[in-house]
C-alpha cells in the first residue's frame, strides 16, 4: 500500500471491527474505520472528518496521513494508541508525548441508527 495504516495487531482491545470509532489527534477528533487484515487482525487505514469519510474513504483528506508527516513518523514506527472509551473512543500519541483526552460517552443504538441512515442518504 502507498498510504500509512496503523497495524493493531496484538492490542489487548476489544476493538469493534468493521465499525467507525472516534479518534483522537493533537486534540482534534476524527473517525476511523476499525478495518480487518487478510489475517483478521485490526488495522486503522486513515482518519477522517466525519464518520461517512471514514466509511468512504476515497471522498475525505486523510488526517492520520498528515499527522504521522507532521511527526515525521515513517512506515513501520511506533505510536501509542490510548484507549479512552473502549469501542468508541481511541487516541493516538508519538512515543514520549504526553496527552489528555475528554472521555464522551457512545451515543445509544437508537441514535447510531438514526445517524447511519442519515449518513446513507447523503
Not at 26 to 32: K, L, P, Q, R, T
Not at 64 to 77: A, H, I, N, V
Amino acid at each position: 500500500m502507498d498510504r500509512p495504516r496503523l497495524d493493531l495487531a496484538g492490542i489487548d482491545a476489544d476493538l469493534p471491527i468493521g465499525e467507525v470509532i472516534r479518534l483522537t489527534l493533537d486534540g482534534a477528533i476524527y473517525h476511523a474505520r476499525i478495518e480487518a487484515t487478510f489475517g483478521n487482525d485490526p488495522e486503522i487505514r486513515g482518519a477522517y472528518d466525519n464518520p461517512r469519510l471514514a466509511r468512504e474513504p476515497g471522498e475525505g483528506i486523510d488526517r492520520l496521513t498528515e499527522w504521522l508527516s507532521s511527526r515525521e513518523l515513517d512506515f513501520g514506527r511506533s505510536v501509542c494508541f490510548d484507549v479512552i472509551v473502549p469501542g468508541h473512543a481511541y487516541g493516538l500519541r508519538a512515543p514520549g508525548e504526553r496527552t489528555v483526552y475528554e472521555a464522551t460517552a457512545p451515543p445509544s443504538e437508537s441514535l447510531q441508527g438514526i445517524a447511519r441512515s442519515l449518513d446513507d442518504d447523503r
